[in-house]
Structures are given as structure tokens and as C-alpha cells.
């Protein structure tokens, strides 16, 4: 039994960044094993938040590589995330990996792929998981259409998402960087 988590998203405005995740943990496709994961969390000092989607155990092995990326880079964002990229890509165990990760600090936010990619999004707003594409539609509208916070924002998509995915639930985890 395969068990995954689903949406994160992450939204900058205003010198702000959120990243929102939903807490559902899914086993398959039909069955919710639980509802209150936590699948974004702050990493070296707090300088560093991650949200991560996929397969759970995978999301946690790739969320700890990070963090010993981020030591040894000293808490350079774009390095740890090349390096982790890196690793992923060429080390066998973690080549096998099921997860896609947002990473973010004060300056930028990146998204860390299964295939070994590190992108750089544009448009103040990004979104991974099964629901990520209803959550980046509704922050894309919301940030084009109103004066809403990034949290706002990231708040109200995650609502629109879990309105529409039935991966992705309204117990969400906020972190706002």
C-alpha cells in the first residue's frame, strides 16, 4: 500500500512568502488514512521552509537530504537545492524517489522535481501535488484580481482545491517566510 501526500503551494507577495499544504494522507486511491500530516515545516533556523508531495516516506527521506544540503551549503538556497538535484539524480536509492518538493527563504522559491530538476518559478504563485493545478489556477486569479496577502491568497487556493480534488482536504499548515 502506497501511501502519498497531495497539495502545496507557495505564493510570494509583497517581500512574503507562504507555502500551504493540506494534511491528507491518502493510501491508494480510495482511502484516507489520515487527515492532519504535516507536509510543510522550517528547516536550518528557520531561515528555510519546505512543503513537500508524493509518495510520504520518500517526501521525508528528500526533506532530510535537504536540510544536510542546506548545513553543508550554509543555508544557500539555490546550491542545496542544485546539489540535492544532483544527488537525486545520479545516486541510485534516491534516483527511485516518488516526491516533488518547494523549497523557499526570504529571497526566492524553487521547485525540486523527481527528475532531478530545480526551477525557478515566475508569477509570485506555484503549486505541486494532485491538486496543484486547482490551487496555482485560483492563486493566479487571486493574485491578478485582488490586494490579498500571500497568505490569503495561498489560503483561499487551498480551499478552492480541496473544493475540487478529492486528494486534498482543508487542514492546512501555513508557514510564512
Known amino acids: 500500500m502506497e501511501l502519498r501526500g497531495t497539495t502545496i503551494i507557495a505564493v510570494k ?18 482511502v484516507i488514512m489520515k487527515g492532519n500530516a504535516v ?15 508524493g509518495s510520504v516516506a520518500d517526501a521525508f527521506t528528500l526533506s532530510t537530504k535537504f536540510e544536510e544540503m542546506l548545513q553543508k551549503h550554509s543555508g ?50 506555484v503549486a505541486i501535488g494532485s491538486g496543484g493545478n486547482y490551487a496555482l489556477a485560483a492563486a493566479k486569479a487571486l493574485l491578478k484580481n485582488t490586494n490579498m496577502s500571500a497568505k490569503e491568497v495561498a489560503k483561499e487556493a487551498m480551499s478552492v482545491a480541496s473544493d475540487i480534488c478529492i486528494f486534498t482536504n482543508k487542514n492546512l499548515t501555513i508557514e510564512e517566510i
Open 39 to 53: 507536509k510543510v515545516r522550517r528547516l536550518y533556523d528557520s531561515k528555510v521552509v519546505v512543503g513537500f508531495a
Open 76 to 125: 544557500n538556497l539555490l546550491r542545496s537545492a542544485v546539489a540535492l538535484a544532483q544527488s537525486w539524480r545520479t545516486d541510485r536509492a534516491l534516483g527511485k524517489l516518488q516526491a516533488m518538493m518547494i523549497v523557499a527563504d526570504k529571497e526566492r522559491f524553487l521547485v525540486i522535481s523527481g527528475d532531478g530538476n530545480v526551477i525557478e518559478p515566475d508569477g509570485g504563485c
Open 13 to 30: 507577495r509583497d517581500n512574503k512568502t507562504v507555502i500551504a499544504g493540506d494534511g491528507q494522507v491518502t493510501a491508494g486511491e480510495s
